[in-house]
């Protein structure tokens, strides 16, 4: 399935390419090792290279190796602390794969590896938030220069501090992936909206969203019964606003879109009232007050999504 995804994915300009291994077949040791992780990282590479050659005549992939990547949305349970990758443990990591590499005959991409995933000390899980300690990660940090094409990619920097992410940087954790933080200040936007809209519309006319959202979650719980835990109240309170954020996987639903888009009809009837976006909107009271977004249903929830996006940009002096 990898060998024919990246088939696919190639044609379509994706030029960063994480070749991530680390899971056990059915009949596999668990865990990998670092060795076999690594050899099965250069057959896909192989085939990357000779997919970019045969469709553009060169290749100019760009890759990220490394195993370190936490449970995709955050961790299940709650966390006290995260131990950081050794630098033992990532020199290892590169060795391995740069052996890999030239021993599957890729070995002139080697050059094009530009990031290995690692643990720099940063996790969050439904919520709780631990954040980055700079002093723990110095020693790891140092091991980037003795690479001069490699930086550090780091994974659950979501929730972070505009301090932590700007010394994520400034330590060479130069790639920060985010991910339910976007979708989390998204739903943030959305209930926000739905509160105004109950304030100003009889029930009957409401978009019910959040209703029907919970009723949706609670008939097809197969995205979240694994990873929430506790009673009904508990759980009634993570499928909202667990940091890993769950709900995410339900707002592609027939329904759910049809929940919005009455959502953002109602509020497009006339403007939201000022006092009512100051209460539920804050920040984005701020942004419409200043110029800087429309007054829009629908700009008020990107607005909220921007601002996330923003303190990555700012972090990485990308504007």
């Given at each position: 399935m990898r060998m024919y995804l990246l088939h696919i994915m190639l044609p379509r300009d994706l030029k960063k390419i994480h070749l991530d291994c680390s899971m056990s077949c059915a009949d596999d040791p668990i865990p990998l090792t670092d060795e076999i992780v690594a050899s099965r990282a250069a057959r896909l590479a192989v085939i990357a290279e000779n997919t970019a050659k045969k469709i553009f005549g060169f290749s100019d992939i760009v890759y990220v190796v490394g195993t370190e990547v936490p449970v995709p949305g955050g961790a299940a349970e709650e966390l006290d602390t995260v131990e950081v990758t050794s630098p033992d443990a990532a020199r290892k990591t590169l060795a391995c794969h740069r052996q890999a590499f030239y021993d599957a005959g890729v070995g002139e991409c080697w050059t094009r590896v530009i990031g290995l995933v690692v643990q720099p000390g940063v996790e969050f899980d439904h919520t709780g938030i631990i954040d980055y300690q700079s002093e723990k990660a110095q020693a790891l940090s140092q091991v980037v220069n003795d690479y001069s094409h490699l930086v550090f990619e780091a994974h659950s920097t979501d929730y972070q501090t505009n301090q932590a992410y700007q010394q994520l940087v400034h330590d060479h954790f130069a790639i920060l992936k985010v991910g339910p933080a976007l979708t989390f200040a998204m739903r943030e936007g959305l209930y926000a909206l739905c509160a105004i809209e109950e304030t100003l519309f009889p029930l009957e006319k409401c978009s019910r969203l959040r209703e029907k959202m919970e009723q949706l979650m609670c008939r097809e719980p197969n995205f979240w019964q694994k990873y929430y835990h506790g009673d009904e109240r508990?759980?009634?309170?993570?499928?909202?606003?667990?940091?890993?954020?769950?709900?995410?996987?339900?707002?592609?639903?027939?329904?759910?879109?049809?929940?919005?888009?009455?959502?953002?009809?109602?509020?497009?009837?006339?403007?939201?009232?000022?006092?009512?976006?100051?209460?539920?909107?804050?920040?984005?009271?701020?942004?419409?007050?200043?110029?800087?977004?429309?007054?829009?249903?629908?700009?008020?929830?990107?607005?909220?999504?921007?601002?996330?996006?923003?303190?990555?940009?700012?972090?990485?002096?990308?504007?």
């Open positions: 508990q759980l009634a309170f993570a499928r909202v606003y667990s940091f890993s954020d769950r709900i995410r996987y339900y707002w592609p639903d027939a329904e759910i879109n049809t929940a919005i888009d009455t959502l953002m009809d109602n509020l497009s009837v006339k403007p939201i009232p000022l006092p009512l976006l100051s209460q539920y909107l804050p920040y984005q009271f701020t942004q419409f007050r200043e110029g800087k977004i429309a007054g829009t249903p629908e700009s008020f929830v990107i607005a909220k999504i921007r601002d996330v996006l923003s303190v990555y940009a700012d972090a990485c002096n990308v504007h």
